[in-house]
């Protein structure tokens, strides 16, 4: 029951945080907790670890970050953890992770650049493929060209799968 | 298009990526830290969402902490996509959902409750659509994703 509580309120957090004196009293009140309450649990899950951070998540594209390429990479399993480390020195890569390969897409590792136009993300790409020694490895670059939904990632109780 | 943001609303953007105050009046509290009004801070908020500067005031939860997710992709002729995307937004378990230049060219985030649960969306998103999903579920995370610090300054 208590995780269900937890997962109600991710829910409603997921719809953004409201913007007004009391927030988490609002929160609390759609979903049957006090103030306190709410706050006190939003402690405990970013202490656990199931909130990673609590804040103002922003839209990079409408701040002048227009440009964002997922770079796959073809890594030999054993050199994965080794070369991620490497790449994560640079503070323009925003995300990497390992992912599993598939006949019709041969990539293993994934990582992020954020930046405001092409070029420097281009050139941001050429610095990591040169310090992080990445010329020989086989790679994708998928520039985002549009966003069709961004929102908080939880899932709701009644899914739309279950009311279809 | 310039963006005219005010001191306020700079501050705002940067230092309260994470670390936000739980406490009952979160925003006096960044107002007192800012030395202006709450309403100040409300107003500038407000302002920033309705400019699509902020997608929300809200908590990031890694890959599979609540339930199960994955990483998902199609290729979808370019005269479709904006029709694939629509069909496929309508699923409250999509919660990201890219255009990529590549002729696997839809990328999206799935998340459900459990893993039958994330093969049923998959399969109605397949039949629905009538094209193949791949999925890339995480295997490992190599990130802590550190609230990313904005230039904005104008230019």
Excluded at chain 1, 55 to 80: C, D, F, Q, S
Excluded at chain 1, 97 to 126: D, F
Excluded at chain 2, 80 to 103: F, G, K, M, P, S
Aim: charge should be negative; aromatic fraction near 8%; glycine fraction near 4%.
């Amino acid at each position: 029951m208590i995780e269900s509580k937890n997962h109600l309120l991710l829910a409603q957090l997921a719809e953004g945080l409201p913007i007004c004196s009391h927030p988490y009293a609002t929160i609390g009140e759609k979903i049957g907790l006090s103030e306190s309450q709410v706050i006190e649990r939003l402690r405990y899950l970013q202490k656990k670890g199931t909130i990673k951070r609590l804040g103002i998540i922003v839209k990079h594209a409408t701040l002048g970050y227009r440009a964002n390429a997922m770079i796959v990479w073809r890594i030999p399993e054993a050199e994965i953890d080794i070369v991620a480390q490497k790449m994560l020195k640079f503070s323009f890569v925003t995300l990497c992770y390992q992912r599993p390969m598939l006949p019709e897409w041969s990539y293993n590792l994934y990582c992020m650049i954020h930046g405001k136009n092409k070029v420097t993300v281009e050139n941001q790409l050429a610095q990591l493929i040169k310090q992080c020694d990445l010329s020989a490895v086989e790679k994708q670059i998928l520039f985002s060209s549009r966003c069709f939904k961004q929102r908080g990632a939880v899932y709701t109780a009644n899914s739309s799968f279950n009311e279809k | 298009m310039v963006l005219e943001l005010s001191d306020l609303q700079k501050k705002l953007l940067n230092d309260f990526q994470r670390d936000f105050p739980l406490t009952p009046t979160p925003y006096a509290n960044i107002a007192n830290q800012l030395g202006v009004s709450e309403n100040d801070v409300i107003d500038a908020l407000n302002e920033l969402d309705e400019k699509q500067c902020i997608s929300r005031i809200g908590a990031i939860i890694p890959p599979n902490q609540l339930g199960v997710s994955t990483l998902a992709a199609m290729s979808v002729p370019q005269d479709e996509i904006e029709h694939v995307a629509a069909q496929i937004n309508q699923y409250t378990e999509v919660n990201h959902n890219y255009e990529r230049e590549h002729e696997v060219n839809l990328w999206f985030v799935l998340i459900a409750s459990h893993s039958s649960h994330l093969d049923k969306t998959i399969a109605s998103i397949e039949n629905e659509t009538g094209y193949r999903v791949l999925r890339f579920p995480l295997i490992k995370e190599f990130f802590i994703d550190l609230s990313f610090r904005l230039d904005l300054a104008n230019d």
